[in-house]
């Protein structure tokens, strides 16, 4: 016979499986937790460009795709925002996914932001889908590549 009391632990234990899976689904990984920290660092260094902060978070063999369609290597990429060359006054990344595949980590998200162009003393907005990818190189995760395309 069916009590009101089964019916209860069964409706409970239902919504609480329930809840345990949405945990789980939306739960993100230690290493998606650390993609997403180095993804951050590497926003607030572009802005406030650190050289050692810069190495730290890029891979040598990094290519660094501008939605002008210009290429840049490591040493250009770091050269460029150390000199002022590129100049992001602000960035805010928005929509952003995270998928871990082994050591590789695949990013995207959308930039909007402004950059200034000191020659001319003016700034443009900016506003951008923006694809990185990470790898894991010695236990740390560094940007192995980057595209952009203007939206």
Known sequence: MITKTKIMRTIVGTVAICFLAAGLVLAQTADEKNVAAAVESLRATMVDPDKGKLEALVAPEL?????????????????????????????????????IAGTTAIVRHKLVGESADKAKGTTSPINLNVMTVWQKQGGQWKLLARQAVKI
């Open 63 to 99: 290519s660094y795709g501008h939605s002008s369609g210009k290429l840049d290597d490591k040493g250009s990429f770091i050269e460029s925002l150390m000199t002022g060359a590129s100049d992001f006054v602000s960035i805010s990344l928005q929509d952003q996914t995270i998928r």
